[in-house]
């Protein structure tokens, strides 16, 4: 794998492979992770995914959000393509979408154990109103616990104008 040894490379197997089956509901299993080459320095990984979907658990009618996942690792770091395919999973499974950023958050903190991470969902309206759940956290006991609290009591002090969706 591009010269990397086997301790470099953690759990990681889907990268690289091909013929991948997407799951077709929702599933933390195909998570995976890697050691973070860094783990003495804090420093922010984010992802964007503008194609989020699943489904309204009453309705069964699809949900569309940009989901923003941004985090401080500790000793392992998520793969990005056993992401992609995790939040695939979502596109079959009926959850509120508060429910899905705090699901997606806790499967995250159960898989890596970050120092701090946050997750933001931008669903697209439905019926005349967009939702923008936001959640996250902060480590016990260290200094990302008091960064969580005060990104949480100031997460959305610049809201973006809703004429851009």
């Known amino acids: 794998m591009n010269g990397r040894n086997e301790n470099e490379k953690g759990s990681i197997s889907l990268l690289g492979m091909s013929g991948i089956k997407y799951p077709q509901d929702y599933d933390p299993t195909v998570l995976e992770t890697f050691p973070n080459k860094h783990p003495e320095r804090d420093y922010f990984v984010k992802f964007n995914c503008p194609e989020f979907t699943s489904l309204c658990p009453?309705?069964?009618?699809?949900?569309f959000a940009a989901i923003y996942i941004s985090y401080v690792p500790d000793v392992k770091m998520v793969e990005s393509k056993s992401l992609k395919l995790?939040?695939?999973?979502f596109r079959n499974h009926g959850?509120?979408?508060e429910d899905c950023v705090n699901i997606i958050m806790n499967d995250l903190i159960a898989l890596m154990e970050p120092k701090y991470i946050e997750v933001?969902?931008?669903f697209l309206p439905r019926g005349g109103i967009s939702i923008d759940p936001y959640c996250n956290y902060g480590r016990q006991g260290t200094?990302?616990?008091?960064?969580a609290w005060d990104r949480l009591t100031h997460h959305d002090l610049y809201p973006e104008a809703v004429d851009n969706r």
Not at 58 to 63: A, L, S
Not at 86 to 89: G, I, K, R
Request: glycine share 10%; hydrophobic share 35%; no cysteine.
């Open 143 to 147: 200094r990302w616990e008091q960064v």
């Open 95 to 97: 959850d509120f979408h």
């Open 58 to 63: 009453i309705t069964g009618q699809p949900d």
């Open 120 to 122: 933001w969902g931008k």
């Open 86 to 89: 995790y939040l695939f999973s």
